[in-house]
């Protein structure tokens, strides 16, 4: 069983930066790849980032892409989601997820794991 826990999420007006941590627990937590969704009120869950377990390969969600960066640090057991010029339209609970081995994992369905979410409230 992984464990994961989001946390940097805040208020910030346009523009300005965040980077969200998910810290994992749990054995064989390497073998598995992680994503960042986000669910903005009165919408579904979509897909933001994601970041093969080998570190090797990340895709975005095309209205993040050359803003948002993830990457981990197996090191400290965390993965991380660097979030710059942000836009009102970013605001939103912000989630990680884990997926055992994901090759290209988008669809939040087929995640192992979720963590509890951190909210990003960006002002305009």
């Known amino acids: 069983q992984v464990q994961l826990v989001e946390s940097g999420g805040g208020l910030v007006q346009a523009g300005a930066s965040l980077r969200l941590s998910c810290a994992a627990s749990g054995p064989f937590w390497r073998t598995y790849s992680m994503g960042w969704f986000r669910q903005a009120p009165g919408k579904e869950r979509e897909f933001v980032a994601f970041?093969?377990?080998?570190?090797?390969?990340?895709y975005y969600r095309d209205s993040v892409k050359g803003r948002f960066t993830v990457s981990r640090d197996n090191a400290k057991n965390t993965v991380y989601l660097q979030m710059a010029s942000l836009k009102p339209e970013d605001t939103a609970v912000y989630y990680c997820?884990?997926?055992?081995?994901?090759?290209?994992?988008?669809?939040?369905?087929?995640?192992?794991?979720w963590g509890q979410g951190t909210q990003v409230t960006v002002s305009s």
């Open positions: 970041m093969r377990w080998t570190g090797d390969y990340t």
């Open positions: 997820a884990a997926k055992l081995r994901g090759w290209h994992a988008v669809e939040e369905t087929t995640y192992d794991y």
